[in-house]
């Protein structure tokens, strides 16, 4: 360790107020820097060997899948039918084991993200598994020589198909949440919100089926207000810091919102889907106030450009349509230019309040003007 001391530690030394070790001892601490972190999560590795590292592990893993799955298919129609899912199953175990060993003997940022990698692969082997044996057990097998056509081809239950879905999104959930909780990454939080959305829809689906006596499944209105749904309970999850990466929940949840809608508003008038569309743009606008994160932002502009410019293209032609557009333009134009004022006022305010104290310490005023300007930095 370093013996060269701060100025700023040498001066608490010289004063009595820390002793050299306890001075070293930040010295130390203070010269540890952690590998920072960009408004996305993308990770600045600190050094090149870190870099390489971590990258020659990845192409190793994928030589290893790709080889594995190269054999895999060789001997696919060999299994049999147990032989398949037991196949994938017991690649899901090895993946989650490969996943917790990383963790345990690799604990820096690196490892982390290796191991939810792996994670995230037993996850899908679990899906699969689930899938293969579901297929197995609930869709009637037909013999090869039979036309589809035949009076005695055998359809599933119509119940069969969004049951399939939901059951194998709750098996990957579990998987990927307690992955998440042993080894959170971006990707990690990706692989829950992907089963949880088949969840949603399969649950719509399969509501409907069990209720309706027709043939005809019906629109997945049911499921997409069940998507919405969970659009906003993403959010809150990441509101709650139950999500740890802030921007990637932002954005997961503010396109589950959105998916949803367009399919619960597919067959409405347009009036009603669009004046729908530019409510949910105004009220992510009013959390990108509250919070200044810019997914609400984006999300905002998007639904009332979208609402906005389909209602306009639908009712209002001609010169009254490029006036209606001229006004839209405008007020996001007005609405715009008040975010970029209702930001900037906390500054002066705090300029005038430290003048108004009369403390005409130069340092103190430019400590205060430093703290505010780094509180107010622009997202993009």
Do not use: C
């Not at 893993?61 to 147990?82: D, H």
């Not at 055998?154 to 042993?182: D, K």
């Not at 649950?203 to 019906?218: E, M, Y």
């Not at 309040?353 to 005409?360: C, H, I, K, Y």
Request: aromatic share 8%; hydrophobic share 50%.
């Amino acid at each position: 360790m370093s013996t060269e001391i701060a100025p700023a530690l040498q001066e608490l030394i010289d004063a009595g107020t820390l002793t050299r070790e306890q001075a070293l001892a930040v010295h130390s601490a203070m010269s540890e820097k952690p590998e920072p972190v960009t408004a996305f999560g993308a990770v600045q590795f600190s050094n090149k060997r870190s870099f390489i590292s971590e990258a020659l592990t990845y192409v190793g893993f994928v030589f290893v899948i790709a080889a594995a799955a190269l054999l895999t298919n060789q001997a696919w129609e060999g299994l049999g039918q147990w032989g398949r899912p037991s196949l994938l199953g017991a690649g899901a175990v090895v993946l989650f084991g490969a996943g917790s060993w990383m963790r345990i003997i690799r604990k820096d940022d690196s490892g982390r993200r290796l191991s939810s990698t792996l994670y995230v692969g037993s996850e899908a082997l679990v899906a699969g598994t689930i899938g293969l044996i579901l297929n197995e057990v609930w869709v009637p097998k037909n013999p090869s020589y039979l036309d589809p056509g035949s009076p005695l081809w055998q359809e599933p239950a119509r119940w069969v198909n969004p049951a399939m879905a939901v059951s194998v999104g709750a098996g990957a959930l579990i998987v990927g949440a307690v992955a998440y909780l042993l080894s959170g990454s971006a990707l990690g939080q990706v692989a829950m919100a992907a089963p949880s959305a088949a969840m949603a829809i399969g649950s719509g689906q399969l509501i409907i089926a069990l209720t309706n006596d027709t043939d005809q499944v019906g629109p997945a209105r049911l499921g997409s207000a069940i998507l919405f749904a969970g659009g906003l309970l993403w959010i809150a999850l990441e509101h709650y810091d139950y999500l740890h990466e802030k921007v990637v929940g932002q954005v997961l949840g503010i396109v589950a919102m959105f998916s949803g809608l367009q399919g619960m508003g597919f067959d409405l008038k347009v009036w009603a889907s669009s004046s729908v569309l530019v409510i949910l743009g105004l009220g992510l606008l009013v959390f990108y106030l509250q919070g200044h994160a810019w997914p609400y932002l984006a999300g905002g502009i998007i639904g009332m450009f979208a609402g906005g410019v389909r209602m306009l293209v639908e009712y209002v032609h001609g010169t009254s349509g490029a006036l209606a557009s001229l006004a839209l333009g405008i007020l996001l134009v007005v609405f715009g230019v008040r975010i970029v004022n209702d930001r900037r006022e906390p500054t002066m305010l705090v300029q005038a309040e430290t003048r108004a104290d009369g403390n005409s310490d130069d340092q103190n005023d430019q400590s205060v003007q430093d703290n505010v300007d780094y509180k107010n930095i622009e997202p993009f």
